[in-house]
């Protein structure tokens, strides 16, 4: 029987009450002893508010309850778990679902019986209150500092906090603000501007990439003619800006200027939507739609699918089709295919591969179950442990996919007269039916369509060379 010990302290009660990660870790280690539980592992959130669950060891502590591997939690008091009645109550209605039991070190609870359900539910709501309060308190001195002129939360990029919680310049990094508001009044677009950002060499406080919705942020922040917004309020004068308030309200005349507040007027659908697999990367094509108006009024559409992993991973011209040239290439498809020459030796191939995928998957969760009873026991580390299973369920979810794939189970081989009526039915009336019709069969009939590697590309579209080189049917 495995013990999970739970522990979480958050700053203020670390130093105010002694709930030490240290002082816990040693009391509980006593408790259990002193209950004869050899087996027991630790769950250490540090410096987290108890008011929600949404806590990374927490988290964990609940997933491995539910795999079966903890059958007693265990805290030092019950406040430590939460201060929420609700979460109170989903949290043991859980462990009552998985077969878990929870205990607390200094109090004692029977949430088997009706008393003792309602006295733990006092308890919490105490804890909650308590919480709460602190929570009116925390906001009103936050409220008071904005007024004070002071800066709570993190200062914005270009500028630091000094001793007094006020801002003062980072003469390194308000350089690149400066450069920000440069390049949009010049007329470039938020994402023109990050990619210039990104071959400077000024770069972002986390990652080493720039992110659009830092540089918007940014942008709109009224830090950068020296004002504070706080709760939907703002504070003028709390520190040096680097522009005028007439300024700033300009700069946001520009950046609302160039934003597309056209509406659509175009009912068109994509017949292929998520439909088209990238020959180069594997992954599925978005779609996109560009129109221009004829002179005689009426209003062109072309849509056509664009591979977006590799636009965004810098291929120069990542792979694109027309929704045309698509329609072509699977009405020649579909009017050659032939399923019969080589469905049998298919189906016997694939019989013997998945005996092998089979075996390996059964011995793949005989050494999970091992890694689980190694792990219980501390005969290895959490972080061997972590990477053992890691590696494993790896492993595990590719020969899965790979057997899911091989469709060899009854219910799920396909047809081939099936498929051959659906070309049949496909080659007939396919190109008389309406846009919305087309992409009803497609989206009704089609998993996947995966083409050739085109020869060569013109003007960013691969049209040369291509042909469908596959189908995978529903």
């Known amino acids: 029987m495995t013990v999970g010990i739970y522990i979480r302290v958050s700053t203020d009660e670390q130093v105010q009450d002694g709930y030490s990660i240290s002082a816990q870790r040693e009391r509980l280690t006593a408790f259990c002893k002193a209950q004869g539980w050899e087996d027991y592992k630790f769950y250490v959130d540090e410096g987290i508010s108890g008011r929600s669950t949404k806590r990374p060891y927490f988290q964990k502590l609940l997933k491995d309850i539910e795999k079966g591997l903890i059958k007693i939690l265990l805290v030092y008091r019950l406040d430590r778990l939460t201060r929420s009645v609700r979460d109170l109550h989903n949290t043991l209605d859980y462990l009552d679902k998985h077969k878990c039991t929870f205990r607390s070190a200094t109090e004692i609870y029977d949430t088997s019986t009706a008393m003792g359900r309602m006295f733990i539910t006092i308890v919490a709501a105490i804890a909650e209150w308590e919480s709460a309060n602190l929570g009116e308190r925390v906001k009103m001195g936050q409220i008071e500092k904005a007024r004070q002129l002071e800066w709570s939360a993190q200062p914005p990029y270009g ?182 020459k080589s469905k049998k030796k298919k189906t016997d191939d694939k019989s013997e591969d998945v005996d092998k995928m089979k075996q390996e998957l059964k011995r793949i969760e005989n050494e999970r179950e091992k890694y689980q009873r190694a792990w219980a026991k501390d005969l290895i580390t959490d972080d061997e442990f972590t990477n053992r299973m890691n590696d494993s369920r790896q492993l595990h979810e590719e020969i899965t996919l790979k057997l899911n794939s091989l469709n060899l189970k009854k219910d799920e081989i396909t047809n081939t007269d099936e498929i051959k009526e659906i070309a049949k039915e496909f080659s007939n009336n396919f190109a008389s039916l309406t846009q919305e019709y087309k992409r009803l069969f497609v989206q009704s009939h089609i998993e996947c369509i995966q083409v050739e590697k085109p020869e060569f590309k013109i003007k960013g579209e691969s049209i040369k060379g291509i042909k469908i080189t596959d189908i995978n049917f529903y």
């Not at 801002?167 to 938020?190: C, H, Q, R, T």
């Not at 501007?193 to 942020?217: A, C, F, Q």
């Not at 160039?258 to 697999?277: A, E, L």
């Not at 965004?312 to 089709?321: D, I, M, S």
């Open 159 to 340: 500028w630091i906090k000094d001793e007094n919680h006020k801002l003062k310049i980072n003469e390194e990094e308000i350089k690149a603000v400066k450069l920000m508001v440069k390049k949009i009044k010049e007329g470039y677009s938020f994402r023109q501007l990050v990619n210039y950002l990104d071959s400077s060499e000024y770069k972002p406080k986390r990652g080493y990439k720039w992110h659009i919705r830092t540089v918007m942020d940014l942008m709109h922040n009224p830090a950068l003619y020296g004002a504070m917004r706080w709760k939907d309020e703002i504070y003028e004068g709390t520190h040096e800006g680097i522009m005028s308030l007439e300024e700033f309200e300009r700069l946001q005349r520009i950046i609302s200027s160039r934003q597309n507040q056209k509406k659509r007027h175009i009912s068109s659908h994509y017949i292929y939507q998520t439909k088209i697999v990238c020959p180069y990367c594997g992954k599925r094509c978005t779609s996109e739609r560009t129109t221009w108006n004829n002179k005689d009024g009426t209003v062109k559409i072309n849509n056509a699918y664009r591979c977006q992993n590799c636009a965004l991973n810098g291929v120069n011209q990542p792979f694109r089709l027309r929704e045309i040239h698509i329609t072509e290439m699977l009405l020649e498809y579909m009017m050659n295919v032939n399923l019969e």
